[in-house]
């Protein structure tokens, strides 16, 4: 078993730009959240997808946005780049409807902004 | 809101010293907690959880009490060792928003031989 995978694991853009980073769920899971960890700091909830629909979004403006795919795998889009968007970013997958489960965490893609 | 405060590192202790790591949260509900562990260049990792009031999490020799009444969940270890140097989180997520995890902002703890 894979494990929640990320990719790409390193990236570099530019302020303006658009970026996309990609997940894959661990194999049996279905439920996909994303999260931005800035430096020194805790994890932020980004969003939450199920059945390919968002189900639950933190506090982040629209120029974040996401996608499912019937595979359970996810995208994450970020427009219109700034520098404060550097970060890493980490998805984790879980079970939707066995509330209790563990959510297991990629090991995140390095995004900064320049 | 909720919200997890956990104390500030970096904790440095020496090998085999007792670590405790403090985490309070404030909820509107009944939340589950959690430990993670994040080593260096690494994703996060569960370390141990509770899921109701007086549930008592254990891994890999960590434990962790979920105290209600004074909206607590410290960490501690009794004996740490050098590969436990790493950045630990405590968390929360609520039972009608499973799976949206509020995060401390970490405590880094190096441990030296």
């Known amino acids: 078993d894979a494990g929640v995978t990320q990719s790409p694991t390193h990236l570099i853009k530019t302020r303006g730009q658009q970026v996309t980073l990609r997940c894959s769920p661990k194999?049996?899971?279905?439920?996909v959240s994303w999260y931005q960890q800035a430096l020194g700091q805790g994890p932020q909830f980004i969003f939450q997808?199920?059945?390919?629909?968002?189900?639950q979004r933190g506090n982040f403006p629209d120029r974040f946005s996401g996608h499912q795919f019937p595979n359970y795998s996810s995208e994450l889009n970020v427009n219109a780049l700034l520098l404060g968007d550097s970060a890493l970013y980490l998805c984790?997958?879980?079970?939707?409807?066995?509330?209790?489960?563990?959510?297991?965490f990629g090991q995140g893609t390095r995004l900064t902004v320049v | 809101g909720n919200s997890v405060t956990q104390m500030e590192g970096p904790v440095t202790l020496s090998e085999e010293a007792f670590l405790t790591i403090n985490c309070t949260y404030t909820?509107?509900?009944?939340?589950?907690l959690f430990w993670y562990v994040q080593y260096p260049g690494e994703g996060l990792q569960l370390l141990l959880k509770?899921?109701?009031?007086?549930d008592k999490g254990s891994n890999k020799g960590f434990e962790a009490t979920y105290r209600k009444e004074t909206t607590s969940f410290h960490l501690e270890k009794g004996s740490v060792q050098v590969s436990d140097s790493a950045v630990y989180f405590c968390?929360?997520?609520?039972?009608?928003?499973?799976?949206?995890?509020?995060f401390g902002a970490g405590t880094q703890v190096v441990v030296t031989p």
């Open positions: 909820a509107t509900g009944y939340p589950s």
């Open positions: 194999s049996g899971h279905d439920t």
């Open positions: 984790a997958s879980s079970t939707y409807r066995d509330s209790g489960t563990e959510a297991f």
């Open positions: 509770a899921t109701k009031a007086d």
């Open positions: 968390a929360l997520t609520e039972s009608d928003s499973w799976g949206k995890l509020q």
């Open positions: 997808y199920y059945e390919e629909e968002e189900r």
